[in-house]
């Protein structure tokens, strides 16, 4: 099994800067990818940012180009998502999740951080 622990999240003003983290532990072997997603109150669950774990290709959301920095750090099994300019509509419970290698789906996730951006 692999867990999954966010931090970072918290209360911040439009404009301002978060930075997430995800410390993964456990089975961290074979990852494929690791990503953010968010929810926000009422809706579905949204892509954010992703990373592979060897390569180090990154993919955006629209909304979080040009703001979000996804990074890595392999010898911490730990990602990274830095958030800037950030808007009220960001708000949202921000997860982490891991992909293994030769796989589909995001198999782990963490229980999330709640982000919220006030006017």
């Known amino acids: 099994q692999v867990q999954l622990v966010e931090s970072g999240g918290g209360l911040v003003q439009a404009g301002g800067s978060l930075r997430l983290s995800c410390l993964a532990s456990?089975?961290?072997?074979?990852?494929?990818?690791m990503g953010w997603f968010r929810q926000a109150p009422g809706k579905e669950r949204e892509f954010v940012a992703t990373i592979g774990w060897i390569s180090g290709n990154t993919n955006y959301a629209d909304s979080a180009k040009g703001r979000f920095t996804i990074s890595k750090d392999n010898a911490k099994n730990t990602v990274h998502l830095q958030m800037n300019s950030l808007k009220p509509e960001d708000t949202a419970v921000y997860f982490c999740?891991?992909?293994?290698?030769?796989?589909?789906?995001?198999?782990?996730w963490g229980q999330g951080t709640q982000v919220t951006v006030s006017l």
């Open positions: 456990g089975r961290t072997f074979s990852i494929g990818t």
């Open positions: 999740a891991l992909r293994r290698l030769a796989t589909s789906e995001y198999a782990y």
